[in-house]
């Protein structure tokens, strides 16, 4: 089992940016081949929007993120953040961080074993 921790969203304004923090605990070094961040914006679907896959550091993001924002880990403090730059109206969303032991296709939910709770990202213009 591994229980995950979101942490780090709120309110900025347009251009503003924002961390997110993710805290995996329990058995993190078999159930975390890939910590991926989702968001879902009210009356739309859960989207995947960055991945970052644990032993090699790779990460993969969509398109209307590249550019703004980064993932990134923290193997000593079991921890993946979420740097969001520049953000958006678009961006307005809760926003969860995943974790699979065997994830092939990153953008796909059902692909994660674990999720945690959710924290929700406000863009104010």
């Known amino acids: 089992q591994v229980q995950l921790v979101e942490s780090g969203g709120g309110s900025v304004q347009a251009g503003g940016s924002l961390r997110l923090s993710c805290v995996a605990s329990?058995?993190?070094?078999?159930?975390?081949?890939?910590m991926g961040w989702f968001r879902q914006a009210p009356g739309k679907e859960r989207e995947g929007i960055a991945v970052?896959?644990?032993?090699?550091?790779?990460?993969y993001y969509i398109d209307s993120v590249k550019g703004r924002f980064i993932i990134s880990q923290d193997n000593a403090r079991n921890t993946v953040y979420l740097q969001m730059n520049s953000l958006k109206a678009e961006d307005i969303a809760m926003y969860y961080c995943?974790?699979?032991?065997?994830?092939?296709?990153w953008g796909r939910g059902n692909e994660y074993n674990y999720w945690g709770q959710g924290t929700q990202v406000t863009v104010s213009s």
């Open positions: 995943a974790a699979g032991s065997m994830v092939a296709d």
């Open positions: 970052i896959y644990t032993r090699d550091s790779s990460t």
């Open positions: 329990g058995n993190v070094q078999r159930s975390t081949f890939a």
